[in-house]
């Protein structure tokens, strides 16, 4: 039987009339990267407070680390670690300090696998105000697992970072894992889930789908992809929506992506369009769909229900 680090049931919060977290439930693995995916505003924040005890539930049950989040969360604080997207260090201490600091609050006297896991040594005697953006990051993740935590509950780590930094970043996230931290990640970047081993998808407060990223392209992505490159984007788009064969067509960034049931059908009424309107196609190709693919699918066959 596996070991579970998160173990929720049924969890919700209401804040007056609107609902924000609405009967989720889900398993987290011991030692896994969990990923919780949505956009802003869906109901990741709030469901990470929860479980930390930031926030109390207005109904459902849990147990994180085997402890029963409504009524032994003393001991669920002294297990956890907990970074979020606003995380504040003290800049006008050193790294060192703040890692003194952080640890006294959490009863820790030794911090050596702090530094080491989170590459600090060469900055340990170096003012926070003086560091880098990926410096800083490196050093909150530090000061949230300064205790050693079997868990570490990260909410928006990345928010706002530049790529470069963003995996660097998920550089240290594997090598927790590594050393039998289970890392539980909110994230509404879509390339980043791609390095979860499970992620759920939430919207609206609602987990829609869950599974690794390979599940979820199988269970939520039966049809296949096309990429589309053209010019006057915005003139294709009402056609297209027309056509036999194509389910649905969605904008990313210059390109358009075209879910379709066969991708000759589709080849050849996109060339007669083409033709018909004088419009001219740049590049027609396959491709294999990403998660924010499967993520609008989710949600235009939630609309459609």
Not at 56 to 66: A, E, K, V
Not at 102 to 118: E, L, M, N, P, S
Not at 226 to 246: C, N, Q, R, S, Y
Request: glycine share 8%; proline share 4%.
């Amino acid at each position: 039987m596996p070991n579970w680090s998160v173990e929720v049931e049924n969890l919700t919060r209401v804040f007056g009339d609107f609902v924000a977290v609405d009967h989720v439930s889900f398993r987290v693995r011991e030692g896994q990267i969990f990923g919780f995916l949505g956009p802003n505003g869906a109901g990741k924040s709030t469901t990470i407070r929860m479980l930390t005890g930031i926030l109390s539930p207005s109904s459902g049950t849990g147990r994180i680390t085997g402890f029963d989040m409504l009524t032994e969360r003393r001991q669920i604080k002294k297990a956890i670690g907990y970074m979020s997207q606003k995380f504040s260090l003290y800049e006008d201490l050193t790294v060192r300090e703040n890692l003194d600091f952080f640890g006294g609050i959490y009863g820790a006297t030794a911090f050596d696998w702090a530094i080491k896991v989170c590459h600090l040594e060469p900055v340990l005697d170096t003012l926070c105000s003086s560091l880098s953006v990926g410096l800083r990051q490196r050093v909150a993740l530090a000061c949230a697992v300064v205790h050693r935590p079997r868990i570490v509950f990260l909410d928006e780590p990345t928010a706002g970072v530049d790529p470069g930094y963003r995996r660097s970043f998920w550089e240290l996230i594997y090598m927790l894992a590594q050393e039998g931290v289970t890392v539980f990640v909110s994230t509404h970047y879509m390339d980043e889930a791609e390095h979860c081993g499970w992620l759920a998808l939430i919207n609206a407060g609602k987990i829609v789908a869950s599974g690794s990223p390979a599940d979820l392209r199988r269970k939520h992505f039966d049809a296949r992809l096309l990429e589309l490159d053209v010019e006057t984007m915005f003139a294709w788009i009402d056609d297209l929506e027309k056509v036999p064969g194509i389910r649905e067509v969605a904008m990313y960034g210059n390109k358009l992506h075209l879910t379709v049931d066969d991708p000759r059908d589709a080849e050849q009424y996109i060339r007669t369009i083409g033709q018909s309107r004088n419009l001219k196609v740049l590049s027609l190709r396959e491709i294999t769909p990403s998660l924010e693919d499967i993520f609008v699918s989710v949600m235009s066959r939630q609309r459609v229900g």
